[in-house]
């Protein structure tokens, strides 16, 4: 459910959202070249990523539903599992920065954990710890590079939302039909689940319900977000007019400005 319903539902809409918003004013340039826009606070960036991190022992372990009874073990696992996951999509990304940029960067880097935790939530109560970190270092490359790819589509994501949670989370429910162990598969759920087309006789049942419903997540959500945000745009209440978006929200609909971005008071901008 972690990886479809709560994460390819919201990078599916957020995918929709910003391609019917249309990209920040001077995202890209005349020629359609992106322009990089520095983030105001990357200590925030990874404060709130660490935040998230741990915010995944309550959502991925409490999803045992219970302790009693040698669900205990479960989510002792479960936790292993998603720790290893966020460390894989880390070090995907760090590799992939390394590879376009020669550098680190903190960004991606974060992006990166995040997209291992969404990938891992789909099967890491039945996968074994080494393929939870398969799972979230093929996560973070999906990842990283889905999000260069929706910039060169024009469609500004100033989070990378969609390939966090929309490309991680389909590439977690491909991997949660193709990792589960029948002994893990049997001790989460029943003899009766099947199990990953990676083992022997399993067949490929579970990998083919994942599809399916990651599929129909999306196919869902696009349509959804289409229709409110479409009418949205249509009713002319979507987008703020060129003059506040210059000016800043913070200014123009809260009466302060957030940040002293060129040493000015808000009485001078």
């Not at 990166?112 to 935790?117: F, N, R, V």
Request: net charge negative.
């Amino acid at each position: 459910a972690g990886s479809s319903v709560v994460h390819m539902v919201g990078g599916c809409t957020a995918f929709v959202a910003a391609a019917i918003l249309g990209p920040r004013i001077g995202r890209f340039d005349a020629d359609g070249n992106l322009k990089e826009m520095t983030p105001h606070n990357s200590a925030f960036i990874g404060l709130g990523t660490l935040l998230l991190w741990f915010g995944w022992y309550g959502f991925n372990p409490g999803s045992t539903l219970a302790l009693s009874g040698g669900f205990v073990l479960l989510a002792e696992k479960v936790a292993v599992g998603t720790t290893l996951a966020a460390s894989g999509g880390g070090i995907a990304a760090i590799l992939m920065c390394f590879m376009k940029n020669k550098h680190v960067d903190l960004p991606p880097l974060c992006n990166g954990i995040l997209a291992g935790l969404v990938a891992v939530c789909s099967g890491v109560a039945v996968s074994e710890p080494w393929a939870c970190w398969v799972i979230g270092f093929g996560a973070g490359i999906v990842e990283f590079w889905l999000a260069i790819a929706i910039q060169k589509m024009k469609i500004d994501d100033p989070l990378d939302a969609a390939a966090v949670h929309m490309g991680a989370g389909f590439f977690g429910m491909i991997c949660g039909g193709l990792f589960g162990t029948r002994i893990n598969t049997t001790a989460a759920y029943s003899e009766d689940q099947p199990c990953g087309a990676f083992f022997p006789g399993c067949g490929g049942q579970q990998l083919g319900v994942n599809l399916l419903a990651a599929v129909m997540v999306l196919i869902w959500s696009m349509s959804m977000g289409a229709i409110v945000f479409g009418a949205m745009r249509l009713a002319g209440v979507l987008r703020i007019s060129a003059e506040e978006e210059h000016e800043g929200l913070d200014i123009s609909h809260h009466g302060g400005g957030a940040y002293d971005m060129d040493g000015k008071s808000p009485e001078k901008i």
